[in-house]
């Protein structure tokens, strides 16, 4: 079972949708989870991150942390073309360097 | 709006060579991470560095590869002997906490 994962996509949605993104995950260690936006050929942009289970917003945007069954999701409304691009989830765990561990990403078009 | 930069954004290399990637991280952060993607592959983790030490380094870091922070500002990755298989972009990252901001990516190419 891989550590990460996420539904590769291409999720096609059209302009002003609600997206649902999601991510789960195996490692009970994790307590901080990030979500990164990547355009083609760039580098990551951090997004939001929440610690441990709850809901964050910011914006347009609100992640979600499911611990008890290790799922992890972000919303995007009011969706834009600009919003095109792989979402990245990234849990971590404490006491180990900080050290991220990415899903292979959701890749989001948002079509006009 | 402060931004981790590197430098440089392309580097073509033989193989068997060394090479040196270079990062400017945000400057009041005091984590510093690399990371490596190769084409069409997940974002893998290869050192965390706090406090002039490796705090983390995955399988990825062998003793082909160092990190440096020769001065205040720089925050270098050195692969000492390239093979084909390192070509990959190539990412910092920094941050003040649990949360990282990575740099745009140096593509390394080996050749």
């Known amino acids: 079972q891989k550590e990460v994962e996420q539904d590769p996509g291409p999720l096609s949605v059209p302009e002003g949708a609600i997206v649902s993104l999601n991510c789960t995950y195996s490692?009970?260690?994790?307590?901080?989870f990030m979500w990164y936006r990547q355009y083609s050929r760039k580098g990551p942009e951090l997004l939001m991150y929440?610690?441990?289970?709850g809901n964050k917003e910011d914006g347009r945007f609100t992640a979600q942390v499911d611990k008890s069954s290790k799922y992890i999701s972000l919303f995007i409304r009011d969706s834009q073309p600009s919003d095109s691009a792989t979402y990245l989830c990234?849990?971590?765990?404490?006491?180990?360097?900080?050290?991220?561990?990415f899903g292979g990403g959701t890749r989001l078009m948002v079509k006009p | 709006e402060p931004e981790v930069t590197q430098t440089p954004s392309h580097q073509v290399t033989q193989m068997g060579q060394e090479v040196i990637l270079r990062c400017v991280p945000i400057?009041?952060?005091?984590?510093f991470y690399w990371y490596r993607q190769i084409l069409g592959q997940k974002v893998e983790f290869l050192v965390s560095?706090?406090?002039?030490?490796?705090?983390?380094k995955s399988e990825i870091f062998d003793d082909q590869f160092s990190v440096e922070r020769p001065d205040g500002s720089n925050f270098t990755l050195k692969i000492r002997s390239t093979k084909l298989e390192d070509s990959a972009m190539y990412f910092c990252?920094?941050?003040?906490?649990?949360?990282?901001?990575f740099g745009p990516g140096t593509r390394l190419t080996v050749t």
């Open positions: 400057s009041n952060h005091l984590y």
């Open positions: 929440t610690y441990s289970s």
């Open positions: 990252a920094s941050g003040g906490g649990y949360e990282q901001y």
């Open positions: 560095f706090y406090n002039n030490e490796i705090s983390e």
């Open positions: 490692n009970s260690a994790f307590q901080y």
């Open positions: 990234a849990p971590s765990a404490l006491n180990a360097g900080n050290m991220l561990t």
